[in-house]
């Protein structure tokens, strides 16, 4: 079985793009920062910086209702790929957002 369920804020705004073709799909790849409540760095929960990817309905979701700094609650599944660049094979984790939960609004920052 492969179910998380995550909790964190966004790094940065989402990046956000559509496939081509008859009926493009929506695409948002971003990350969260997710404190590890069981570990501390100098007196600070540790803090694991998440990528993400939402498809479809849930990735125009979040282009709509999303930016840096809000707190959300991610459900998915842990996704692995590879791809190969300059003849090097890369090997990628990822976690695919399958449903969210808002969890409070942030204000936009001049950051």
Aim: charged content about 30%.
């Amino acid at each position: 079985m492969n179910k998380s369920i995550l909790k964190g804020r966004f790094v940065k705004n989402p990046e956000v793009s559509y496939s081509e073709g008859i009926e493009p799909v929506c695409f948002a790849r971003f990350s969260i920062a997710v404190e590890d409540r069981g570990r501390k760095d100098n007196d600070k929960y540790h803090v694991d910086y998440v990528p993400c990817i939402a498809i479809g309905k849930t990735a125009e979701i979040i282009e709509a209702h999303c930016i840096k700094g809000q707190e959300i609650l991610l459900f998915g599944k842990i996704q692995t790929g590879t791809y190969e660049k300059d003849g090097t094979k890369h090997y990628t984790v990822d976690f695919c957002v399958q449903e969210l939960e808002f969890c409070g609004k942030k204000e936009p920052s001049d950051n």
